[in-house]
Each structure stands twice: as structure tokens, then as C-alpha cells.
């Protein structure tokens, strides 16, 4: 059986400089997830239709806790929203929701972003308490799970164990020894099995040491353009591993502050996501997409055997200088 290539996005509203400012709110869930300006909504509706237009099902993986942000009844509609557009729907958690729930109701807070950096019998409650708000929704019990900011451990694999999930998305090569706080020595793209629990890493690859380059760097089109993220793909299937490529709900627009205030399409984005899509319907043969989902059904009912690859290297610097170029004008609201 080939190995598979998912498209993974992480719904969820940023923070908005809340914790800096209390006069600040939290992004309610219809920018930061459906991107609504004026008629427009440039965020889960388009990415659906995208998606639609290439007949792919992509893995979301929902953060459900925005009514400890001021929203609730908010995050439901958007999951049986995605579930209406057969997409999958899987676990992520920033735990900075939780506890600004917690601090706006004066209770004390650890207060922390990061998986890993609470207890495990803490990060198996606030795993549980997710997956049952999905469950409501969506009628389906997640299996999978990915951590805000990638900051999970192996400490956070037993907690998802012990909450009943058993594949998670947080590793990413790039991102170990910081905000990903695994202890793994070795660097792989693909997956591994810790205990039961299996890792399916967030794809990543290497770029050549030139000034102004990042060493590694994950397979994002937010970050990277359509032929890196095709290439590393390419490469890490070609090797015998899984890729995972990560976008958010709020990759295909572009806002005038941390407030959201404004938003409009970012054509650059958007081009790099049709362009993979087209892409790998066209390919689908050599490159299977896949969901979250769907590898939970591979490896327990058919035998499934996904391996760990070594990091891929892509060794075009002028290719890479010129993405980064343009990426930096299209940072600006008004370009």
C-alpha cells in the first residue's frame, strides 16, 4: 500500500492581544475560522469549496473551546458545517482557550500555551472534555489530535492515551528543541509508533546553509510555495513515508491588525492551495490523499504499516530566495 498525503488545517481564533490588553477581545470564531467580511467568507466556506473542486477531503483539526473565549454556541455550526462538506474532523487545543476562560471567571491559571508544560492527568482531562464537545457535534469520537503550537511531548501521547485517542500531529522536525517539546533524537518525516500510540509527524524539509534561509522549515503554503511543498511530498511518499501538509482557517485572507480588523483574500496563498490541490488530484494514482480518518481505518482494519523516513533536503536556494522575496511584500495588507 502506497503511503498517503494529508492535507491537514488547524481551525482556530487567535487571541487577539487579549492577554496583553483586557481591553482587547478574543477573534470570535467567524473571522478567525469562517473569515467573514461583508459578503465575503474567506475562510472554512472557501477552503471547502477548494477542496470541492478537486474532489479532496482534508483532515480540520478544530479547536472547540471558544466559548471559554466569550463565544459559545459559535464553534458547533462550523463543525457540522465541515461534516456537511465530508471533511474530517479531529482534535486541536490551544490551552490558552481554557484559561482565559478560567482567569475571566477569577479562577487561578497555569498560565501557558503549551500541552507539555501541564501535568499529564491535566492534559487528559482537557483532551476528554474536547473530544466530548466533538463527539456532540459531529456524532463521531475523534482520533486524532494535534497540540496549539505543535507543543506536545511524549507525556502528552500517554495523556492522549489514556483520554481513548491514539494518533497524534504535533511532531515537526523543525520545531523540536523549542516549541515542540519532544526529546526524540532522531529527526523524521512519516511516522512512528510511541507505545499505542501513532505519530503521523507534520512533513518538513531541509533547505542548504545560505544566509537567509531557515534550516528546515514544515510544509506549509502559508510558508513555502506550491513547488517546495510539492516537491517535499514528492520526495517524502518517494521514500516510503507519509506527508502532512499543515494550512489554518485563516491562511486564504490576509488582516489589517491582530484584531482582525479587515480582512481580504490573500491571492498568493490561495494560488499555492488550488495549484497543490489540482495537483494532486492529477496524481492521486502515485500519491493517495488521505485523512486522519481514513489512516484510523488503514491500520487497524487492514494492516497498515506506515514507517518514519529521514528528512528530505530540497536544494534550490535561488527558488527559495525568491519565495521568500515575494513573501515578504505579500505580508503587507495592501499589497
Known amino acids: 500500500?502506497?503511503?498517503?498525503?494529508?492535507?491537514?488545517?488547524?481551525?482556530?481564533?487567535?487571541?487577539?492581544?487579549?492577554?496583553?490588553?483586557?481591553?482587547?477581545?478574543?477573534?470570535?470564531?467567524?473571522?478567525?475560522?469562517?473569515?467573514e467580511y461583508g459578503d465575503s467568507q474567506f475562510g472554512i466556506p472557501l477552503i471547502c469549496d477548494v477542496l470541492k473542486q478537486s474532489d479532496?477531503?482534508?483532515?480540520?483539526?478544530?479547536?472547540?473551546?471558544?466559548?471559554?473565549?466569550?463565544?459559545?454556541?459559535?464553534?458547533?455550526?462550523?463543525?457540522?458545517?465541515?461534516?456537511?462538506?465530508?471533511?474530517?474532523?479531529?482534535?486541536?487545543?490551544?490551552?490558552?482557550?481554557?484559561?482565559?476562560?478560567?482567569?475571566?471567571?477569577?479562577e487561578k491559571i497555569q498560565r501557558t500555551d503549551q500541552m507539555a508544560d501541564l501535568s499529564r492527568k491535566r492534559q487528559q482531562e482537557i483532551i476528554v472534555d474536547g473530544a466530548d464537545l466533538l463527539e456532540r457535534w459531529t456524532n463521531t469520537r475523534p482520533i486524532a489530535f494535534r497540540a496549539g503550537n505543535m507543543g506536545a511531548s511524549e507525556e502528552t501521547l500517554l495523556a492522549m492515551k489514556d483520554a481513548g485517542l491514539w494518533i497524534d500531529s504535533s511532531y515537526?522536525?523543525?520545531?523540536?528543541?523549542?516549541?515542540?517539546?519532544?526529546q526524540e533524537t532522531e529527526r523524521y518525516n512519516g511516522a512512528k509508533w510511541y507505545g499505542d500510540v501513532l505519530e503521523v509527524a507534520l512533513s518538513a524539509y531541509q533547505q542548504p546553509k545560505i544566509p537567509g534561509l531557515h534550516p528546515a522549515k514544515p510544509v506549509d503554503l502559508m510558508g513555502s510555495s506550491f513547488e517546495e511543498c510539492r516537491d517535499a511530498v514528492q520526495m517524502i511518499c518517494d521514500a516510503g513515508g507519509d506527508a502532512v501538509l499543515i494550512l489554518h482557517s485563516f491562511s486564504l485572507f490576509k488582516v489589517r491588525d491582530k484584531q482582525y480588523r479587515d480582512g481580504k483574500l490573500n491571492k498568493v496563498v490561495l494560488r499555492r492551495f488550488e495549484k497543490f490541490c489540482q495537483w494532486l488530484d492529477d496524481n492521486r494514482q502515485n500519491y493517495p490523499p488521505r485523512t486522519f480518518s481514513n489512516m484510523g481505518h488503514l491500520v487497524s482494519e487492514e494492516g497498515y504499516q506506515p514507517k518514519a523516513v529521514a528528512p528530505c533536503i530540497i536544494r534550490k536556494p535561488v527558488r527559495a530566495l525568491t519565495r521568500k522575496f515575494v513573501q515578504g511584500l505579500n505580508n503587507f495588507y495592501w499589497f
Not at 482556530?12 to 478574543?26: D, H, I, T, V
Not at 471558544?66 to 479531529?90: C, F, K, M, S, W
Open 56 to 106: 479532496l477531503a482534508a483532515t480540520f483539526f478544530l479547536e472547540p473551546f471558544n466559548a471559554d473565549l466569550g463565544y459559545p454556541g459559535e464553534t458547533e455550526p462550523i463543525a457540522r458545517l465541515l461534516v456537511e462538506h465530508g471533511q474530517d474532523v479531529q482534535l486541536h487545543i490551544h490551552p490558552n482557550h481554557v484559561h482565559y476562560g478560567l482567569m475571566q471567571a477569577g
Open 1 to 35: 500500500m502506497k503511503p498517503g498525503v494529508f492535507i491537514t488545517f488547524d481551525v482556530e481564533c487567535s487571541m487577539g492581544g487579549a492577554w496583553q490588553n483586557s481591553n482587547l477581545k478574543p477573534i470570535p470564531p467567524r473571522l478567525g475560522m469562517m473569515g
Open 172 to 182: 515537526t522536525f523543525p520545531y523540536v528543541g523549542g516549541q515542540c517539546c519532544f
